[in-house]
């Protein structure tokens, strides 16, 4: 019976392949990924810089490129990030990072797991911040701070909200 099955389920498979079926299923799915990426990245992008009038977009730290979905099972996602600092040693790149991980838990609508980090290379102390930023305590604490959270408030909220 499991020779039968096998033989069956190969059978199905090399006909889904020559159809173009399954060509199809996955062009669908890397669609619907970089729309989820899109999604992602029109929350981030106009997030404003702690010290500059300028968006994280305008200053090229967050790109469309530097959105990556997958998918972690039926409407979840794993969501990363790898934003790029203005400078390699940016004081504010923490509180960026955080700024990050405050408007898309806020603002994101489907269920997700977040990995923000420093793109390599372009900052002198990415491993530091990269831990800071991803753990969700140290997060906690940071918005229990009321100049903190102020500032970040200020980051994340639409000049119209």
Excluded: W
């Amino acid at each position: 019976m499991e020779i039968v099955f096998s033989l069956v389920s190969f059978t199905v498979t090399k006909v889904l392949q020559f159809s173009g079926l399954v060509d199809n299923r996955d062009a669908l799915r890397t669609k619907k990924m970089e729309d989820k990426a899109l999604e992602v990245y029109d929350v981030i992008r106009s997030i404003r810089d702690p010290e500059k009038p300028n968006t994280l977009e305008e200053l090229d730290v967050v790109t469309e490129k530097c959105v990556e979905v997958q998918e972690l099972g039926e409407d979840e996602y794993l969501i990363i990030i790898k934003f790029s600092p203005t400078v390699p040693h940016c004081s504010l790149a923490t509180l960026i990072g955080l700024c990050l991980q405050v408007k898309l838990q806020r603002c994101l609508p489907f269920k997700h797991k977040l990995e923000i980090y420093i793109s390599e290379g372009t900052h002198s102390t990415e491993e530091d911040i990269n831990k800071q930023i991803n753990d969700k305590e140290r997060v906690a604490a940071a918005m229990e701070n009321p100049n903190l959270r102020e500032i970040v408030e200020q980051c994340v909220t639409e000049p119209d909200d």
